[in-house]
């Protein structure tokens, strides 16, 4: 018999906003692979984007760009919107985040080419203020970047303080904001540095207010994916294990006691190393990060002192641990992935795998130690 409150349940887990749309073509092929995990066949299957395609705007979503920012023309084409002065910097991003992609630059459509995934998915950047109704505003780097230097002056030095609902932090003689966040290279994580005449006095991490990810953790994880992959293939735990598919070199997470589906694997009791390089990166001056999103009536100036409303605050791993926000890393499924085996991790909140001290939908926990200790 089907429960159907269960599947409406990992349906709404599985969907970025929590909401179910019989409407939304996305969001009826993550419930077509919900009810395929069931053995539930569809009569009449209404799937129009191709799995590969879901996963790799899955993918930009998790890298931080915005979701209303990301159009699947097809089942092998995706538009990624943004400004149109920084079309070459993200396009460079994207060959460093999604693994394996190339750049295309005879590709037809765009005078700039595309970037190919590993799949063969196309993405196109286009330039959002050409878009009419596409634009989505400013994203959360500028709209603290322009909030900043609206006020701050080579002329004009000023003290910034950044008021969380932890902690307050603060800076003294800045003279310009400008965003670094394109530049990723040896695990450097600030979106946002502060400058005081040609020296950066801080450097900040932005999340916004309803992030849910630290790090696609590909590059970071690639060698324990392929450990992991083998161990659940060759030596499965009693609760979980990989089971082949329809695709080469694409398997399943399943329980070999249910013989049942799983959605995915947390991982919890990363190394506090990790963690550290996970959330703080590798900038100097060391990075703060920052969870909230900027809106125009956060920031209050008054006698030389910029105030700026922060929601919440981490300079130290001690301001994470035990919260909903202390990392978890999210072994999922991805079709892309077959160095892995169809295996992608993730660093998440630890509320993206938990609620009310339970695990959500059909995942297993396993401790890091457990694994590759």
């Given at each position: 018999m089907i429960n159907l409150d269960n599947i409406l349940l990992e349906w709404s887990y599985r969907c970025k906003d929590g909401v179910v749309d019989?409407?939304?073509?996305?969001?009826?092929?993550?419930?077509?692979?919900?009810?395929?995990?069931?053995?539930?066949?569809?009569?009449?299957?209404?799937?129009?984007?191709d799995e590969a395609a879901v996963d790799i705007k899955q993918q930009l979503i998790d890298l931080g760009y915005d979701e209303s920012d990301i159009i699947v023309k097809s089942s092998k084409q995706i538009r990624l919107l943004t400004k149109g002065n920084e079309r070459k910097s993200t396009m460079?991003?994207?060959?460093?985040?999604?693994?394996d992609s190339k750049y295309d630059i005879n590709f037809k459509g765009s005078s700039l080419g595309a970037i190919i995934a590993n799949d063969g998915t196309a993405i196109i950047v286009k330039p959002r203020e050409k878009q009419g109704g596409g634009s989505a505003g400013l994203d959360n780097e500028q709209a603290l970047i322009d909030g900043i230097n609206e006020y701050a002056s080579t002329?004009?030095?000023?003290?910034?303080?950044f008021e969380g609902s932890n902690k307050s932090i603060s800076f003294d003689d800045v003279t310009l904001a400008q965003g670094v966040g394109t530049d990723?290279?040896?695990?450097?994580?600030?979106?946002?540095?502060?400058?005081?005449?040609?020296?950066?006095?801080?450097?900040?991490?932005?999340?916004?207010a309803?992030?849910?990810?630290?790090?696609?953790?590909?590059?970071?994880?690639?060698?324990?994916?392929?450990?992991?992959?083998?161990?659940?293939i060759n030596n499965p735990f009693p609760n979980v294990g990989l089971r082949k598919?329809?695709?080469e070199n694409i398997y399943r997470l399943y329980n070999p006691q249910t013989?049942?589906?799983?959605?995915?694997?947390?991982?919890?009791?990363?190394?506090?190393?990790?963690n550290e390089s996970i959330i703080f990166g590798t900038d100097k001056p060391k990075v703060q990060v920052i969870k909230h999103t900027f809106q125009p009536s956060d920031f209050t100036f008054n006698n030389g002192t910029l105030t700026i409303k922060s929601g919440v605050i981490f300079t130290d791993l001690e301001d994470i641990e035990g919260t909903d926000y202390e990392p978890i890393l999210i072994v999922r499924h991805d079709v892309t992935r077959t160095a892995t085996k169809g295996l992608r991790p993730v660093v998440y909140n630890k509320s993206q795998g938990y609620k009310n001290g339970e695990i959500k939908g059909s995942q297993v926990s396993l401790d890091y130690d457990q694994i590759f200790g």
């Open positions: 019989l409407n939304n073509p996305e969001k009826i092929s993550i419930l077509h692979k919900i009810l395929k995990e069931n053995n539930i066949n569809l009569i009449e299957e209404v799937v129009s984007i460079d991003k994207l060959l460093q985040d999604l693994p002329d004009s030095p000023i003290k910034i303080v990723t290279a040896g695990g450097k994580k600030s979106d946002v540095a502060l400058y005081s005449g040609g020296n950066i006095v801080g450097n900040l991490s932005l999340k916004k309803n992030a849910s990810m630290w790090e696609s953790a590909d590059r970071r994880y690639k060698e324990l994916m392929i450990k992991l992959s083998d161990k659940l598919t329809e695709k013989n049942t589906d799983l959605s995915g694997i947390i991982i919890t009791n990363l190394p506090d190393t990790d």
